[in-house]
Protein backbone atom coordinates (compact mmCIF):
# COMPACT_ATOMS: atom_id res chain seq x y z
CA UNK A 1 0.00 0.00 0.00
CA UNK A 2 2.55 2.66 0.69
CA UNK A 3 4.38 1.96 -2.16
CA UNK A 4 1.38 2.73 -4.34
CA UNK A 5 0.87 6.11 -2.27
CA UNK A 6 1.63 9.58 -3.63
CA UNK A 7 4.21 10.88 -1.22
CA UNK A 8 4.50 14.33 -0.82
CA UNK A 9 7.05 16.79 1.76
CA UNK A 10 7.27 20.31 2.40
CA UNK A 11 10.19 20.83 -0.04
CA UNK A 12 8.70 18.46 -2.65
CA UNK A 13 5.35 19.31 -2.96
CA UNK A 14 4.30 20.36 -6.49
CA UNK A 15 2.60 23.40 -6.36
CA UNK A 16 -0.99 24.39 -7.67
CA UNK A 17 -0.14 26.49 -10.54
CA UNK A 18 0.68 24.55 -13.93
CA UNK A 19 -0.71 21.29 -12.47
CA UNK A 20 -3.59 19.23 -13.91
CA UNK A 21 -5.97 17.68 -11.73
CA UNK A 22 -9.28 16.51 -12.35
CA UNK A 23 -8.73 17.40 -15.51
CA UNK A 24 -8.33 21.09 -15.20
CA UNK A 25 -5.22 22.98 -14.53
CA UNK A 26 -5.33 24.81 -11.41
CA UNK A 27 -5.03 28.79 -10.40
CA UNK A 28 -1.89 30.21 -8.20
CA UNK A 29 -3.78 31.50 -4.91
CA UNK A 30 -0.16 32.65 -3.42
CA UNK A 31 -0.49 35.97 -1.99
CA UNK A 32 0.88 38.11 -4.58
CA UNK A 33 2.19 40.40 -1.67
CA UNK A 34 4.31 37.95 -0.61
CA UNK A 35 2.51 38.25 3.34
CA UNK A 36 0.46 35.87 5.38
CA UNK A 37 -0.61 35.55 9.22
CA UNK A 38 -0.75 32.03 10.77
CA UNK A 39 -2.96 32.18 14.53
CA UNK A 40 -4.65 29.66 16.44
CA UNK A 41 -7.94 28.79 16.14
CA UNK A 42 -8.24 26.62 19.04
CA UNK A 43 -6.10 27.54 22.59
CA UNK A 44 -6.30 23.95 24.17
CA UNK A 45 -8.53 25.37 26.70
CA UNK A 46 -11.89 27.28 25.68
CA UNK A 47 -14.35 26.89 23.12
CA UNK A 48 -13.86 31.14 22.47
CA UNK A 49 -14.10 32.05 19.07
CA UNK A 50 -16.37 29.22 17.74
CA UNK A 51 -20.12 28.94 17.57
CA UNK A 52 -22.06 25.74 17.92
CA UNK A 53 -25.51 24.52 16.54
CA UNK A 54 -26.82 21.38 17.06
CA UNK A 55 -29.28 20.62 13.85
CA UNK A 56 -32.04 19.74 16.67
CA UNK A 57 -31.35 22.62 19.22
CA UNK A 58 -34.88 24.65 17.92
CA UNK A 59 -37.36 21.41 16.75
CA UNK A 60 -38.77 18.66 18.91
CA UNK A 61 -38.31 14.65 17.15
CA UNK A 62 -40.38 11.98 17.67
CA UNK A 63 -37.71 9.99 19.33
CA UNK A 64 -37.91 12.66 22.38
CA UNK A 65 -40.94 11.29 23.10
CA UNK A 66 -40.30 8.66 25.95
CA UNK A 67 -43.62 7.89 26.99
CA UNK A 68 -45.67 8.62 24.07
CA UNK A 69 -48.76 7.29 25.90
CA UNK A 70 -48.88 9.56 28.96
CA UNK A 71 -47.47 12.49 26.74
CA UNK A 72 -50.53 12.53 24.60
CA UNK A 73 -52.76 12.30 27.62
CA UNK A 74 -51.09 15.31 28.80
CA UNK A 75 -51.53 17.28 26.07
CA UNK A 76 -55.24 16.32 25.28
CA UNK A 77 -56.20 16.49 29.12
CA UNK A 78 -54.13 17.96 31.64
CA UNK A 79 -54.79 20.40 33.50
CA UNK A 80 -51.42 22.10 33.81
CA UNK A 81 -51.31 26.22 32.55
CA UNK A 82 -48.93 24.37 29.91
CA UNK A 83 -50.96 21.82 28.93
CA UNK A 84 -54.09 24.13 28.73
CA UNK A 85 -51.56 26.91 26.57
CA UNK A 86 -50.20 24.19 23.79
CA UNK A 87 -53.77 22.78 23.84
CA UNK A 88 -54.85 26.10 22.73
CA UNK A 89 -52.39 26.40 19.77
CA UNK A 90 -52.66 22.88 18.23
CA UNK A 91 -55.08 22.96 14.77
CA UNK A 92 -58.28 20.81 15.03
CA UNK A 93 -56.92 18.16 13.28
CA UNK A 94 -54.14 17.47 15.51
CA UNK A 95 -56.25 17.45 18.47
CA UNK A 96 -58.95 15.16 17.14
CA UNK A 97 -56.28 12.56 16.25
CA UNK A 98 -54.95 12.58 20.17
CA UNK A 99 -58.79 12.24 21.48
CA UNK A 100 -58.50 8.46 19.14
CA UNK A 101 -54.83 7.81 20.36
CA UNK A 102 -54.04 4.70 20.87
CA UNK A 103 -49.98 3.62 21.10
CA UNK A 104 -51.28 0.16 19.58
CA UNK A 105 -53.65 1.56 16.81
CA UNK A 106 -52.47 1.85 13.32
CA UNK A 107 -52.19 5.55 12.59
CA UNK A 108 -50.34 5.93 15.78
CA UNK A 109 -47.04 6.58 14.24
CA UNK A 110 -49.49 9.08 12.27
CA UNK A 111 -50.62 11.15 15.32
CA UNK A 112 -47.37 11.50 17.01
CA UNK A 113 -46.13 12.88 13.65
CA UNK A 114 -48.72 15.44 13.68
CA UNK A 115 -48.08 16.87 17.04
CA UNK A 116 -44.89 17.33 16.85
CA UNK A 117 -45.49 18.71 13.38
CA UNK A 118 -47.46 21.17 15.21
CA UNK A 119 -45.23 22.09 18.28
CA UNK A 120 -42.83 22.97 16.21
CA UNK A 121 -44.78 25.42 14.53
CA UNK A 122 -45.20 26.46 17.86
CA UNK A 123 -41.38 26.88 19.06
CA UNK A 124 -40.67 28.50 16.04
CA UNK A 125 -43.24 31.46 16.98
CA UNK A 126 -43.36 34.14 19.34
CA UNK A 127 -42.34 33.12 23.08
CA UNK A 128 -44.48 30.89 24.82
CA UNK A 129 -42.89 31.67 28.19
CA UNK A 130 -45.11 33.29 31.33
CA UNK A 131 -44.32 33.74 34.48
CA UNK A 132 -47.58 32.29 36.19
CA UNK A 133 -48.07 29.48 33.07
CA UNK A 134 -44.58 28.36 34.05
CA UNK A 135 -44.88 28.74 37.96
CA UNK A 136 -44.40 25.76 38.81
CA UNK A 137 -41.90 24.30 36.40
CA UNK A 138 -38.27 23.92 37.66
CA UNK A 139 -36.23 25.29 34.91
CA UNK A 140 -33.30 24.02 34.15
CA UNK A 141 -29.72 26.66 34.22
CA UNK A 142 -29.37 26.79 30.70
CA UNK A 143 -33.64 28.10 30.18
CA UNK A 144 -32.75 30.00 32.95
CA UNK A 145 -29.68 31.68 31.71
CA UNK A 146 -31.85 31.97 27.86
CA UNK A 147 -34.94 33.60 29.48
CA UNK A 148 -32.81 36.57 30.92
CA UNK A 149 -31.11 37.73 27.74
CA UNK A 150 -34.71 38.03 25.57
CA UNK A 151 -33.39 36.00 22.58
CA UNK A 152 -35.01 36.31 19.27
CA UNK A 153 -34.87 34.67 16.04
CA UNK A 154 -32.94 31.18 16.65
CA UNK A 155 -32.12 31.73 19.78
CA UNK A 156 -36.31 32.62 20.55
CA UNK A 157 -37.10 29.01 18.96
CA UNK A 158 -34.17 27.19 21.19
CA UNK A 159 -36.14 29.16 24.37
CA UNK A 160 -39.24 27.86 23.40
CA UNK A 161 -38.04 23.65 23.02
CA UNK A 162 -35.98 23.82 26.16
CA UNK A 163 -39.54 25.02 27.74
CA UNK A 164 -41.18 22.83 26.45
CA UNK A 165 -39.00 20.06 27.60
CA UNK A 166 -38.37 21.27 31.19
CA UNK A 167 -42.72 20.80 31.03
CA UNK A 168 -42.57 17.90 30.66
CA UNK A 169 -40.86 14.48 32.15
CA UNK A 170 -42.04 12.55 28.72
CA UNK A 171 -39.70 14.35 26.82
CA UNK A 172 -35.80 13.97 27.11
CA UNK A 173 -33.57 16.80 27.52
CA UNK A 174 -31.53 18.30 24.77
CA UNK A 175 -28.41 20.16 24.86
CA UNK A 176 -27.26 23.32 22.69
CA UNK A 177 -23.42 21.79 23.40
CA UNK A 178 -22.16 19.23 21.26
CA UNK A 179 -18.49 20.12 21.86
CA UNK A 180 -16.02 20.79 24.34
CA UNK A 181 -12.45 21.80 25.16
CA UNK A 182 -10.56 19.18 27.29
CA UNK A 183 -7.39 18.12 27.74
CA UNK A 184 -5.63 20.13 25.60
CA UNK A 185 -8.08 18.77 22.41
CA UNK A 186 -11.72 19.75 20.95
CA UNK A 187 -14.14 16.77 21.70
CA UNK A 188 -17.27 16.51 20.47
CA UNK A 189 -19.69 14.84 22.88
CA UNK A 190 -21.83 12.29 20.57
CA UNK A 191 -25.50 14.36 21.33
CA UNK A 192 -26.33 15.34 17.93
CA UNK A 193 -25.80 16.03 14.32
CA UNK A 194 -24.72 19.41 14.45
CA UNK A 195 -21.51 21.90 13.75
CA UNK A 196 -19.17 23.85 15.61
CA UNK A 197 -18.07 26.96 13.64
CA UNK A 198 -15.55 30.07 13.79
CA UNK A 199 -16.72 33.29 14.48
CA UNK A 200 -14.65 34.77 12.10
CA UNK A 201 -14.98 34.27 8.43
CA UNK A 202 -12.43 33.21 5.64
CA UNK A 203 -11.55 33.61 1.95
CA UNK A 204 -8.31 31.99 1.17
CA UNK A 205 -6.37 29.84 4.06
CA UNK A 206 -4.45 27.01 4.49
CA UNK A 207 -5.63 25.12 7.76
CA UNK A 208 -4.00 22.89 9.89
CA UNK A 209 -4.74 20.63 12.64
CA UNK A 210 -4.29 17.03 14.10
CA UNK A 211 -7.31 14.98 14.77
CA UNK A 212 -8.54 11.35 15.73
CA UNK A 213 -11.83 9.66 15.92
CA UNK A 214 -12.58 7.73 18.54
CA UNK A 215 -15.68 5.76 17.98
CA UNK A 216 -19.10 6.13 16.85
CA UNK A 217 -22.37 4.55 17.18
CA UNK A 218 -24.26 4.42 14.30
CA UNK A 219 -20.07 5.24 13.34
CA UNK A 220 -19.39 7.55 10.66
CA UNK A 221 -15.85 9.40 9.98
CA UNK A 222 -14.90 12.82 11.31
CA UNK A 223 -15.82 15.82 9.13
CA UNK A 224 -14.59 19.15 8.01
CA UNK A 225 -16.80 21.87 6.04
CA UNK A 226 -15.25 24.66 3.92
CA UNK A 227 -17.45 27.14 1.86
CA UNK A 228 -19.71 27.33 4.60
CA UNK A 229 -23.18 29.69 4.71
CA UNK A 230 -22.95 31.64 7.88
CA UNK A 231 -26.78 32.04 8.96
CA UNK A 232 -28.14 35.72 10.01
CA UNK A 233 -28.79 36.34 13.51
CA UNK A 234 -32.67 35.47 12.88
CA UNK A 235 -32.21 32.39 10.60
CA UNK A 236 -32.19 29.10 10.70
CA UNK A 237 -29.14 27.25 9.78
CA UNK A 238 -28.72 25.53 6.67
CA UNK A 239 -27.69 21.75 7.48
CA UNK A 240 -23.99 21.25 7.86
CA UNK A 241 -24.23 25.18 6.86
CA UNK A 242 -24.65 23.88 3.40
CA UNK A 243 -20.69 23.86 3.04
CA UNK A 244 -18.19 21.21 1.38
CA UNK A 245 -17.89 18.14 3.34
CA UNK A 246 -13.70 16.98 3.48
CA UNK A 247 -14.22 13.67 5.05
CA UNK A 248 -10.90 13.18 7.84
CA UNK A 249 -8.40 11.07 7.06
CA UNK A 250 -9.54 8.80 4.29
CA UNK A 251 -11.32 10.96 1.97
CA UNK A 252 -14.70 10.56 2.12
CA UNK A 253 -16.48 13.53 0.40
CA UNK A 254 -20.25 15.09 0.75
CA UNK A 255 -21.72 18.15 -0.72
CA UNK A 256 -24.49 20.39 0.83
CA UNK A 257 -24.36 23.03 -0.93
CA UNK A 258 -28.80 24.19 -1.47
CA UNK A 259 -30.64 21.49 -3.98
CA UNK A 260 -27.60 19.21 -3.37
CA UNK A 261 -27.38 16.87 -0.73
CA UNK A 262 -25.15 14.37 -2.58
CA UNK A 263 -21.49 12.78 -2.82
CA UNK A 264 -20.78 14.83 -6.00
CA UNK A 265 -18.77 14.10 -9.18
CA UNK A 266 -16.34 15.34 -10.76
CA UNK A 267 -15.72 18.26 -8.26
CA UNK A 268 -14.04 15.84 -6.07
CA UNK A 269 -10.80 13.51 -6.81
CA UNK A 270 -9.49 11.11 -4.71
CA UNK A 271 -5.58 11.82 -5.48
CA UNK A 272 -4.68 8.91 -3.64
CA UNK A 273 -7.20 5.94 -1.76
CA UNK A 274 -6.46 5.15 1.54
CA UNK A 275 -6.32 2.95 4.73
CA UNK A 276 -5.42 5.45 6.98
CA UNK A 277 -6.61 4.40 11.31
CA UNK A 278 -8.89 6.59 11.71
CA UNK A 279 -8.55 5.99 15.58
CA UNK A 280 -4.49 6.89 15.32
CA UNK A 281 -3.75 10.93 15.41
CA UNK A 282 -3.62 12.31 12.01
CA UNK A 283 -2.26 15.49 11.11
CA UNK A 284 -4.30 17.38 8.25
CA UNK A 285 -3.55 20.29 5.99
CA UNK A 286 -6.53 21.83 4.19
CA UNK A 287 -5.49 24.62 1.29
CA UNK A 288 -8.62 26.42 0.37
CA UNK A 289 -9.58 29.08 -2.11
CA UNK A 290 -12.69 31.00 -1.51
CA UNK A 291 -12.05 32.87 -5.16
CA UNK A 292 -11.73 29.94 -7.42
CA UNK A 293 -13.43 27.22 -5.25
CA UNK A 294 -10.75 25.32 -5.35
CA UNK A 295 -9.79 22.66 -1.92
CA UNK A 296 -6.76 20.33 -1.31
CA UNK A 297 -5.88 17.74 1.47
CA UNK A 298 -3.26 15.98 2.90
CA UNK A 299 -2.99 13.97 5.84
CA UNK A 300 0.19 12.55 7.81
CA UNK A 301 -0.03 9.50 9.69
CA UNK A 302 1.58 9.80 12.15
CA UNK A 303 1.99 13.43 12.35
CA UNK A 304 5.09 14.51 11.20
CA UNK A 305 5.23 11.65 8.35
CA UNK A 306 5.44 12.59 5.28
CA UNK A 307 2.19 13.71 4.43
CA UNK A 308 0.11 12.08 1.45
CA UNK A 309 -2.57 13.94 -0.75
CA UNK A 310 -5.88 12.43 -0.63
CA UNK A 311 -8.88 14.74 -1.21
CA UNK A 312 -9.07 18.03 -3.67
CA UNK A 313 -12.10 19.87 -4.86
CA UNK A 314 -12.91 22.51 -7.55
CA UNK A 315 -15.84 24.16 -8.16
CA UNK A 316 -15.80 28.04 -8.51
CA UNK A 317 -18.96 28.15 -8.04
CA UNK A 318 -19.28 26.57 -4.68
CA UNK A 319 -15.76 29.40 -3.69
CA UNK A 320 -17.09 31.93 -1.12
CA UNK A 321 -16.39 33.63 2.16
CA UNK A 322 -17.25 31.90 5.24
CA UNK A 323 -16.35 30.10 8.72
CA UNK A 324 -15.03 26.69 8.67
CA UNK A 325 -16.91 24.25 10.49
CA UNK A 326 -16.27 20.99 12.04
CA UNK A 327 -19.47 18.65 11.64
CA UNK A 328 -20.28 15.76 14.14
CA UNK A 329 -21.99 13.86 11.36
CA UNK A 330 -25.32 12.14 13.56
CA UNK A 331 -25.75 11.55 17.29
CA UNK A 332 -23.31 8.72 18.96
CA UNK A 333 -19.73 10.54 17.00
CA UNK A 334 -17.02 11.19 19.34
CA UNK A 335 -13.88 12.80 17.79
CA UNK A 336 -10.92 15.00 19.25
CA UNK A 337 -9.59 17.71 17.01
CA UNK A 338 -6.23 19.42 18.44
CA UNK A 339 -3.32 22.21 17.68
CA UNK A 340 -5.53 24.02 15.22
CA UNK A 341 -4.25 26.76 13.15
CA UNK A 342 -5.02 28.52 10.10
CA UNK A 343 -2.84 30.95 7.98
CA UNK A 344 -4.70 33.06 6.05
CA UNK A 345 -3.64 34.79 2.57
CA UNK A 346 -0.90 32.01 2.14
CA UNK A 347 2.70 33.46 1.42
CA UNK A 348 3.17 29.97 -0.87
CA UNK A 349 0.37 27.44 -2.62
CA UNK A 350 2.42 24.69 -1.02
CA UNK A 351 0.87 22.06 0.87
CA UNK A 352 3.31 21.41 3.70
CA UNK A 353 1.86 19.14 6.38
CA UNK A 354 4.43 16.44 7.09
CA UNK A 355 8.06 15.38 5.48
Not at 70 to 97: C, I, M, T, Y
Not at 155 to 183: F, H
Not at 286 to 297: H, K, N, P
Request: net charge neutral.
Amino acid sequence: MRNEMKHLSRRSFVVLTGITIAGGSLVNISNAEGESQTIPLFDGKTLNGWIQIENNATSLSPGQITDQTAFVGKLRNGPDAVSAFLREQLDDSVKEGMVSYFASSADAKGVISAIVKSLNQIISGPSIYDRARFGNIVLRPESRELLKQGPRGQQLARLNKLLIEDAYPELTKTSSTGWEARDGVMASLGRGRGVIYTAKDYNRYRLTFTMRHVSGKPDHQACVLIFCTRPGSEETPLDALGGIQFQVPNGGHWDYRPGRNDAGGAEFTNVTKTQFDVHAWSRVEILVDGVSGIARMTVAQPPGNTAVEVLSFRDAAAGKSGPIAFQMHNAGLFDEFKDVSIEVDPKNNNLSTGG
